[in-house]
């Protein structure tokens, strides 16, 4: 018994080794859902991603995001974002990360989604910190409840948070209040690689489902 649940754990902890990045949101920047975190891509890593939310009022939508980490903290992108009855719009984005996240301080960052205004230009701060030490079994982080917190203007119309909680590198669930709709998801990582993601939005009266790449350099 004692072997089998020995097994158990490494089988785990391998499942949980997978390398970690800074997934994209449904908005193409790196985030939860809606929301922006102070995260950002570290240097060198870069990711694609594809989503498409399915509206119960129709109009539907789908989305396609590329970023990267270009200087330490510093992180740029692009998506084309295309609602079901209109033409597709591309948004550039970017953010910086100013200071990491320690014991006692939190991580912090600015940034700017739609820097050219095509649909409504959102700048924002943010900070985001681990509620408590990650949850370790030797040495091998396993749980890392995190609260983010910020303010913008656009399409974030002013105060918005969010928690997420990291099960290892092998998902991530998340809820968040955008500033003006509930939202709720989850991030699966298959691989080193690649992120399935998937959640309810506005409220919850919408549905969205998205993959994403994710590489070094």
């Given at each position: 018994m004692r072997m089998?649940?020995?097994?158990?754990?490494?089988?785990?902890?391998?499942?949980?080794a997978a390398a970690a990045f800074a997934g994209p949101s449904f908005r193409g920047y790196s985030g939860l859902i809606n929301i922006p975190t102070a995260d950002s891509?570290?240097?060198g890593d870069y990711n694609f991603a594809a989503?498409?939310?399915q509206a119960d009022k129709g109009n539907d939508q789908t989305l396609l995001a590329a970023n990267?980490?270009?200087?330490?903290g510093l992180e740029?992108?692009?998506?084309?974002?295309?609602p079901e009855h209109g033409d597709s719009e591309l948004l550039l984005n970017g953010k910086y990360r100013f200071q990491s996240e320690g014991l006692i301080r939190p991580e912090l960052a600015v940034g700017i989604a739609d820097l050219t205004d095509e649909l409504d230009s959102t700048p924002y701060f943010v900070l985001s910190k681990s509620l408590r030490p990650p949850l370790q079994v030797l040495h091998h982080e396993i749980l890392n409840?995190?609260?983010?917190?910020?303010?913008g203007g656009?399409?974030?119309d002013g105060a918005f948070a969010g928690v997420s909680a990291g099960i290892g590198n092998a998902a991530t669930l998340m809820a968040e209040h955008d500033g003006t709709h509930l939202n709720a998801g989850v991030r699966f990582s298959i691989g080193p690689m690649l992120q399935i993601h998937a959640a309810a939005l506005n409220d919850f009266d919408d549905f969205g489902l998205g993959l994403s790449l994710n590489r070094r350099l």
């Open positions: 089998i649940l020995q097994v158990s754990l490494i089988c785990a902890l391998l499942l949980f891509l570290d240097t989503f498409a939310v990267i980490g270009l200087l330490p740029i992108g692009a998506a084309s974002e295309k409840p995190r609260v983010h917190l910020g303010i656009g399409r974030l």
